[in-house]
């Protein structure tokens, strides 16, 4: 007897505990071992409870845990139905293998740890690319710099072609974001482009010098590629923003730098992975000897550059550009500002201020004007004066009669007088 109450307790404990029979549920990733394989259908030995079956469209999954399958394998799949006509659990590979792989990326994302990308396609926005048999997407502003379409003018078909062509091409990113539910992946290239910039950006530092090369110029800077100073294994790129180029105003850097270019500049910033260069300090600032080749009030000629609503952009020499703002233009207001003169024009300006610590030099076409007509004025204004004077004059040659008159009338006076006095005496 005390036997068989042991063995009622301990069959009363399985029962409590519950843990000896497991019946998987609908959604359910299982684990079973393969039974068969026949034309298109793989049964498997769930748990050693029920059998499952992975038939038609549920068996195609991506991933070499579901290629050349044979009885015994261990294999994972999905509950998609708890029972079929035939009393068999409906599995899916397919279901299994993508869940796996947001597992895997999650992983991956947790981790941070970068993973092979397969670009699939292209848009205006990005790359469609295969990550774990998942399709993500690659923003343009996720791409690596050497890989980021620098298009000039920002031309979106352009931009398009240049992406085009990574069609095909595996690419090394960063999960960057992810959310399964919504079959959400953004991918990033630019992170772990980052990540293995970090420790040769550590190489150096603000005020550096480097001799570099231009692999592409943009509407607002050139990039320049170049090695840390003593390490001619590992590069980086920096910008050098369109104004610190030159110290003069410039439209384009096409104007003054083409690719391929050897150049040579200053390390100025480095925020994260981007890293400034400078051009322009490496020479001399025009600007700081500039009130010795120009002064306030001095008339000048300069080539119209530029005409922008608020004025014209006027080279004075290669080095130095002024700016004659529209409201130094013309006395008048004026719709048309182009009918003042145009790009290529050479003209005469006043200069009316110089800045050199701004660098900025103000012209003006009123002034000159003005300056004109003032002489033009001059004939006129002496004739005004010599009216005005003539009168005064005339009253100064006439107050000696005035005199002599009184005089005669006083000598008659005293005559009569005497005249008197002798006829009375």
Excluded: C
Excluded at 161 to 174: A, R, S
Excluded at 367 to 391: F, G, H, T, Y
Aim: glycine share 8%; proline share 4%; aromatic share 6%.
């Amino acid at each position: 007897m005390p036997n068989e109450e042991a063995t009622i307790s301990e069959f009363q404990k399985l029962l409590d505990e519950g843990d000896f029979l497991t019946v998987p549920k609908l959604g359910d990733l299982i684990t079973g071992s393969i039974i068969s394989t026949k034309g298109r259908e793989v049964r498997l030995d769930v748990g050693g409870i029920i059998t499952g079956i992975v038939r038609g469209r549920e068996l195609f999954a991506e991933g070499s845990m579901y290629q050349n399958l044979k009885s015994g394998d261990s294999v994972e799949a999905t509950v998609i139905e708890l029972e079929n006509e035939n009393g068999e659990m409906e599995l899916s590979f397919r279901y299994a293998g993508n869940r796996k792989s947001w597992e895997d990326l999650r992983a991956l994302f947790t981790a941070g740890d970068p993973v092979e990308a397969k670009v699939l396609d292209a848009n205006k926005g990005g790359l469609i690319a295969k990550v774990k048999h998942l399709s993500g997407f690659l923003p343009v502003s996720q791409l690596a710099p050497e890989h980021y379409p620098r298009v000039s003018g920002g031309d979106k078909q352009k931009i398009l072609d240049k992406l085009k062509e990574f069609v095909g091409q595996t690419l090394k990113v960063k999960v960057l974001d992810l959310n399964e539910a919504d079959e959400k992946l953004i991918l990033s290239e630019k992170a772990v482009w980052e990540g293995e910039q970090r420790s040769i950006i550590s190489q150096i530092n603000v005020g550096d010098l480097i001799d570099g090369n231009i692999t592409a110029l943009a509407d607002f800077g050139a990039f320049v590629k170049f090695s840390p100073a003593g390490d001619a294994t590992t590069s980086l790129e920096g910008l050098v923003h369109i104004s610190e180029i030159a110290w003069q105003r410039i439209d384009h850097p096409k104007d003054l730098l083409k690719v391929s270019q050897d150049v040579k500049a200053q390390v100025i910033g480095i925020e994260g992975s981007k890293i400034f260069l400078s051009m322009k300090k490496l020479l001399a600032d025009p600007w700081t000897d500039v009130e010795k080749k120009y002064k306030v009030g001095d008339v000048v000629e300069g080539t119209v550059l530029k005409i922008n609503p608020f004025g014209f952009f006027v080279e004075l020499d290669p080095d130095i550009h002024g700016l004659a703002h529209v409201s130094e233009l013309s006395e008048s207001p004026t719709e048309d500002i182009h009918s003042l003169g145009k790009i290529g024009d050479v003209m005469k300006f006043k200069i009316v201020s110089i800045e050199p610590k701004e660098h900025r030099l103000g012209l003006s076409l009123k002034a000159l004007n003005e300056k004109s007509e003032v002489a033009s004025d001059k004939p006129q204004e002496a004739e005004e004066e010599k009216a005005e004077e003539a009168p005064a004059e005339e009253k100064k040659e006439e107050a000696p009669a005035e005199e002599k008159t009184e005089e005669k009338v006083e000598e008659k006076e005293e005559e009569e007088k005497k005249e008197e006095e002798v006829a009375a005496a």
